[in-house]
């Protein structure tokens, strides 16, 4: 997926149809020159080299780096939100 705003993942029921969660449409990073990697996992980092080593054995030099590794998920105290109710969850991804 493109880059996404994960604050509205939890009002995707109160969303418009047709109502787009990603932070950019796919033509900005076209415009901008932005390369969008998608289905690659990075297993290993070279910082004195600057590269990237890939899951698939791709490599990837760097001038810049930026490690964006998330956050957790708030754990609700409301009744039900521990495990006991199958309908009661935190969303962190589209799928």
């Known amino acids: 997926e493109l ?8 009002k995707m029921i109160d969303l418009p149809k047709g109502m787009e969660l990603a932070l950019r449409p796919e033509p900005f990073y076209e415009l901008n020159d932005i ?14 080299k600057k590269l990237l080593h890939f899951l698939d054995g791709g490599e990837l030099a760097y001038d810049s780096l930026i490690l964006a ?8 105290t409301i009744p039900g939100a521990g ?9 962190r991804t589209l799928e």
């Open 3 to 10: 880059p996404y705003d994960r604050t509205l993942l939890s």
């Open 35 to 48: 390369e969008v990697w998608r289905g690659r996992e990075v297993v290993s980092i070279a910082v004195d």
């Open 69 to 76: 590794s998330g956050g957790v998920a708030r754990k609700r």
């Open 83 to 91: 495990g006991e109710l199958s309908n009661v969850f935190s969303l």
